[in-house]
Nanobody
């Protein structure tokens, strides 16, 4: 089992930045792929980014094309924490952002095993 606690959301103006964090705990946390999904009102949950292990340890990071160049994912294996640095935010980035843990790198929510409670990101124009 993996428990996830995500935080860092808030209200920001377009063009601004936010940094989300998610700490994983539990027996298999260190071996889990950690990632971020988001869900806007009336829309399906969509993949944002994932990290297998820290890049410094040879890990792999994947970023959705919709946020590439603006969002960066990083991971601290010592604390099992994954971060999502979001720059140049747009109104269309408004959503609830969910941290997720699993064994897959497939960008579909049903392939992921554990979810955080979600953190609201609201970008105003």
């Amino acid at each position: 089992q993996v428990q996830l606690v995500d935080s860092g959301g808030g209200l920001v103006q377009a063009g601004g930045s936010l940094n989300l964090s998610c700490t994983a705990s539990g027996r298999t946390a260190s071996r889990s792929v950690l990632g971020w999904f988001r869900q806007a009102p009336g829309k399906e949950r969509e993949f944002v980014a994932l990290s297998t292990v820290a890049l410094s340890a040879g890990g792999v990071a994947l970023i959705s094309d919709s946020v590439k160049g603006r969002f960066t994912i990083s991971r601290d294996d010592a604390t099992n924490t994954v971060y999502l640095q979001m720059n140049n935010l747009k109104v269309e980035d408004t959503a609830i952002y969910y941290c997720a843990a699993g064994r897959s790198i497939l960008p579909k929510p049903n392939y992921w095993d554990h979810w955080g409670q979600g953190t609201q990101v609201t970008v105003s124009s």
